[in-house]
């Protein structure tokens, strides 16, 4: 089989490989389609944290199962996705249920190779199947699961005002989970492109241009005063987290889905009179995929829309760069295989 591996930052090696050999407790997929995300962008540029090389990238895929252990519930010729984060089972964090944030997490396409390649063999515990879902559809599950668990772990309550920084991929996500939980959402971004998308394809009808307008009399305007309930960092940029600190309400929470490699700095007095609530947020759990799977279905969620570039497997080193460039209005790429 073929497989792409990013040797170092900016270096692609397509090589062949042998296929996996079935082992006890796996499924072996046929790789269909990988969703191209931050998470690869930054490996590609070599600013992603916990990440080394030569890594084959890819956690947000779907693949056709085509051997499997014996006794699964599974069919033969389904297509699936995977929850790409394998996790010990018996820490601290895995005996709470929080399994996205074990001790001795490792993430497809991280931690471990991922699936661009023509067959990747998962654990059977780490399928996600739902008959009725397309394969677009199978591909957004992760990143939309991410921006699930950020809101999930923000309590949102109806009508709360919810400021995303950040309208990449994952504050997309972001939105139209805090949408679909019932907040008002404020979208603040410095590409202009981005935010007419929240505004033209998401509904969102609250936007802000971080170097165009004042924020902060933005947000008080918006908000009547109050200030954001819930904000909620997409960006991994220090300077945003810092610089969102302000911007949350009294009694309010920071949620950072965002990650980024330096120290978090904001005013422990402004901080400590909000009484503010600072969480981060990390993956997302078999839960927050099954909630994902239920918004879709009920059309809850815009997915034709997230979906801008598609590239085919071959083409994928010559073309991944292209889709670092902002003239390029990427949302979200994929790569297809061959049938």
Known sequence: MQELVCTTPFEWKYQESPKPILQEGMAILKIKQVGICGTDLHAFE???????????????????????????SYPLGALVSVI????????????QGKTNCCQQLSVLGVHEDGAMRDYLQVPIDSLIYDKDLSIDEYTLLEPLSIGAHGVRRAEIKQHDWVLVVGAGPIGLGVMEMARIAGGQVIALDMNAGRLAFSQQILGIQHVIQVGQEDVLERLKEITQGDMPHVVIDATGSKKAIDQSFQYMAHGGKYVLVGLQLDHVQFSHPEFHKREGTLMSSRNATRSDFEWVIDC??????HTQAFITHRTHFKDVAARFESFLNPAQAVIKAVVEFDS
Do not use: D, N, W
């Open 84 to 95: 790409p984060y394998f996790s010990c089972g018996k820490c601290v964090a895995c005996r």
């Open 296 to 301: 879709m279905k009920k059309g809850l969620i």
């Open 46 to 72: 070599g600013t992603q944290p916990f990440f080394s090389y030569p890594r084959i990238l890819g956690h947000e895929f779907v693949g056709e199962i085509v051997e499997i252990s014996a006794g699964s």
